[in-house]
């Protein structure tokens, strides 16, 4: 059947309702930059599974660490340091004079009370937090001090820790537990604080320290993709986290050396059923697998928001990019065929699951024409959707998911994984690989895509980066 990962948040802010752009063009004032942003399904750090969700979020706290794919190293942000001698006990020591918005101090007490209150949530985040909880200690011996004693080896931890659903709360919504109209205005540890809680049109974020060159206020604007695009383009908007498909090309030649584009955290499978006999050989698999193009549902249905997989690894968490496209991930019509062909897979009907998000239809057409196979888009025991949006930035967990939602078992598998969470996250790299590759060959999923964010600026605006888990960092932006 088809499984989606993405639960809706449990609430939603009322006053979060989609509204098109109406700036009356006059020039911003020097220190306000105008940014456009699609409406948020979240403004819970633990929740937000969405670029705009992130965005917001990312500019009311700041987590522990930031973790880069690229390397699998851990930067500290509120921590000072994170270390273990052992992997097993975790010591995080915390930088002095931390504080919510609402003057209050941000202590080792206040991640340790968080994450016991938000494991008993059903966000996006509370799985992981679960988990973390299930640590044998987790205590602050002092106020800057947090300790995890694990009940097992794991060199994961540090980007564990730089996962967004990890940041503090204050005391006071840990005590009233009214999410509704704490997201509504939320007080987080970050650089920006939000003045006046969202309004229909959006929100006004004010920064907490002077930043000379640099934004002292911002005004989000919510709209849709095309008109907060034009918006920018126009001058009526200084900047745009969001480009629609029919802008893509364009996007090029509008803003030349103005747009960036970041990989997101989030990635889709063509799952099979395992325990179907159908689908117990690998031939069969990997013959559905290069019957897809990628490319095709990329620039179609899903509206250029999508890279096609190039690995099973989205670069949301890969330990480094691979040199080339893996087999699994290419389109080869013939060589699909002549697999199925040479499985001798039968010509009945193959039905797909339950719950299909909207570019099933058209991959099981595609599928249909390419390999020779007729496929249909509804219930039954066939491949299956998976669409995982990513909590953390460690590979374990894509991993762990393709395991629990097709049921592949293998040793060798298991050990690899066991070895990868052990080793330190920036030396990783290498056994998850090897677990990567393990998988591509058995395929008990064949790699569709993986989303990445877009932004795009007026000539007044510098200095624009984005993170796969925070968006676009609101904070590093210079107004000219």
């Known amino acids: 059947m088809t499984m989606r990962l993405r639960l809706l948040a449990p609430f939603l802010v009322a006053a979060l309702v989609a509204a098109g752009c109406t700036e009356s063009g006059e020039p911003p004032a020097p220190d306000v930059l105008r940014v456009g942003l699609p409406v948020p399904v979240s403004t819970n750090p633990a929740d937000a599974r969405d670029q705009a969700g992130r965005l917001v979020t990312s500019a009311l706290w700041t987590p522990l660490a930031d973790y880069d794919p690229v390397t699998g190293k851990a930067t500290p942000r509120a921590a000072e340091s994170i270390g273990s001698t052992d992997r097993t006990t975790w010591t995080v020591k915390l930088k002095d004079g931390g504080q919510f918005h609402d003057g209050t101090p941000v202590t080792a007490q206040s991640y340790v009370d968080t994450w016991k209150v938000v494991a008993g949530e059903s966000w996006a985040g509370s799985k992981v937090l679960k988990d973390l909880v299930r640590a044998k200690e987790i205590t602050a011996p002092d106020p800057l001090t947090i300790r995890l004693v694990l009940d097992r080896p794991s060199g994961q931890i540090p980007a564990?820790?730089?996962?967004?659903?990890?940041?503090?709360?204050?005391?006071?919504?840990?005590?009233?537990?009214?999410?509704?109209?704490?997201?509504?205005?939320?007080?987080?540890?970050?650089?920006f604080r939000m003045d006046g809680g969202w309004q229909p049109t959006g929100a006004k974020l004010v920064r907490v320290a002077d930043a000379p060159g640099k934004a002292r206020v911002i005004e989000l604007k919510t709209g849709d993709a095309t008109a907060l695009y034009d918006a920018v383009k126009s001058g009526k908007l200084d900047l745009s986290t969001v480009v629609p498909g029919e802008r893509h090309e364009a996007m090029h030649a509008d803003f030349a050396?103005?747009?960036?584009?970041?990989?997101?955290?989030?990635?889709?499978?063509?799952?099979?059923?395992?325990?179907?006999?159908?689908?117990?050989?690998?031939?069969?698999?990997?013959?559905?697998?290069?019957?897809?193009?990628?490319?095709?549902?990329?620039?179609?249905?899903?509206?250029?928001?999508?890279?096609?997989?190039?690995?099973?690894?989205?670069?949301?968490?890969?330990?480094?990019?691979?040199?080339?496209?893996?087999?699994?991930?290419?389109?080869?019509?013939?060589?699909?065929?002549?697999?199925?062909?040479?499985?001798?897979?039968?010509?009945?009907p193959v039905h797909f699951g339950q719950f299909q998000p909207r570019w099933l239809r058209p991959l099981a057409e595609q599928v249909t024409k390419a390999a020779g196979v007729p496929l249909s888009p509804d219930p039954g025991e066939g491949p299956f959707a998976i669409d995982v949006d990513l909590v953390t930035p460690s590979p374990q967990e894509v991993l762990a998911k393709i395991v629990e939602l097709t049921g592949y078992t293998s040793d060798g598998f298991a050990d690899l994984l066991k070895s990868a969470e052990e080793t330190e996250s920036?030396?990783?790299?290498?056994?998850y690989r090897l677990a990567e590759n393990q998988l591509l060959r058995d395929l008990p999923v064949a790699p569709l895509w993986s989303g990445h964010g877009h932004a795009v600026w007026a000539e007044r605006v510098g200095e624009v980066k984005a993170t796969t888990f925070g968006s676009v960092d609101l904070s590093a932006v210079t107004l000219r």
């Not at 920036?426 to 056994?431: F, L, M, N, Q, R």
Request: aromatic fraction near 8%; hydrophobic fraction near 45%.
């Open 160 to 191: 564990l820790l730089s996962s967004p659903a990890l940041v503090p709360l204050p005391a006071s919504a840990l005590a009233s537990r009214d999410w509704i109209r704490f997201f509504a205005q939320p007080v987080g540890n970050g650089p």
């Open 257 to 348: 050396q103005r747009h960036v584009m970041w990989a997101l955290p989030n990635v889709s499978y063509l799952g099979f059923p395992l325990t179907a006999p159908q689908f117990s050989e690998a031939t069969v698999r990997h013959g559905f697998a290069l019957g897809v193009d990628r490319a095709a549902l990329e620039a179609g249905v899903l509206d250029k928001q999508v890279d096609p997989a190039k690995s099973l690894l989205p670069p949301a968490v890969a330990p480094g990019e691979r040199s080339s496209t893996c087999r699994p991930c290419t389109f080869d019509a013939g060589a699909g065929k002549a697999l199925l062909t040479q499985a001798e897979f039968p010509a009945a």
């Open 426 to 431: 920036a030396d990783s790299g290498e056994v």
